[in-house]
């Protein structure tokens, strides 16, 4: 079910608390620049490298501003807590673990609540009813994929099964598709109606870019 922050103070009162060790990143630019964001020390959750992040953000420049973006793995939200500060529409977050949603919540209670929707569960089994969502406002959007690493136990097919994700986006939706992967991956040079446009490695991890189709 997605759901809007606002909506659900009553519930984070009910919830326990883990004692969780906390890390924190911090907005590079815009509206909410300087603010915290807190990141969960748990096996699934990783901040992306400042220096991927901004390079990432370079690379956008202000084409985020009244966009949609996607951050289809989100964690604890960071790289799409950047694209809101830098002036995307609406931000959606994608996120299974209990831990790194609620990180992820109070991060978003830090910045515009009333801007971020979340969808709560396995990303690969609810991709598509956040993209019909998408698709139904006819606003171009940004997806961000960063799956967990496939090195992980059980974790082996994580990449086919992104490329799987990505082959739905229509190029009617889609402003851009940016990909971060471990660098030993190769990525394709087309998935479905997109096509590799970029590539930029920052150490063991990479950033790969798609876009429609010319």
């Not at 922050?5 to 590079?28: A, C, H, N, P, S």
């Not at 991060?107 to 991709?127: K, M, V, W, Y």
């Not at 090195?151 to 086919?160: L, Q, S, V, W």
């Not at 030993?184 to 876009?211: I, W």
Request: aromatic share 12%.
């Amino acid at each position: 079910m997605l759901m809007k922050y606002q909506d659900r103070q009553q519930d984070r009162q009910r919830r326990g608390k883990e004692k969780i060790k906390l890390f924190t990143t911090t907005i590079i630019a815009g509206e909410f620049k300087g603010k915290q964001i807190e990141i969960p020390d748990i096996s699934t959750t990783r901040s992306s490298k400042s220096i991927l992040k901004e390079s990432f953000f370079n690379t956008i420049q202000f084409e985020i501003i009244d966009r949609n973006f996607v951050e289809v793995f989100a964690g604890s939200g960071s790289v799409g807590l950047e694209a809101l500060s830098r002036g995307a529409a609406q931000c959606y977050f994608m996120e299974y673990n209990k831990i790194a949603f609620r990180s992820l919540e109070n991060n978003i209670r830090q910045t515009d609540p009333s801007r971020c929707h979340a969808l709560f569960g396995d990303s690969f089994e609810n991709f598509s009813t956040l993209y019909d969502l998408i698709k139904r406002q006819g606003r171009k959007t940004y997806f961000y994929f960063d799956p967990p690493f496939s090195t992980r136990d059980g974790m082996d097919d994580i990449y086919d099964k992104t490329i799987a994700l990505i082959e739905q986006i229509e190029p009617e939706v889609c402003e851009m598709v940016a990909v971060e992967h471990m660098t030993n991956l190769t990525m394709p040079e087309e998935v479905g109606a997109l096509q590799k446009s970029k590539k930029k490695k920052f150490g063991r991890s990479t950033l790969t870019y798609y876009k429609p189709k010319a």
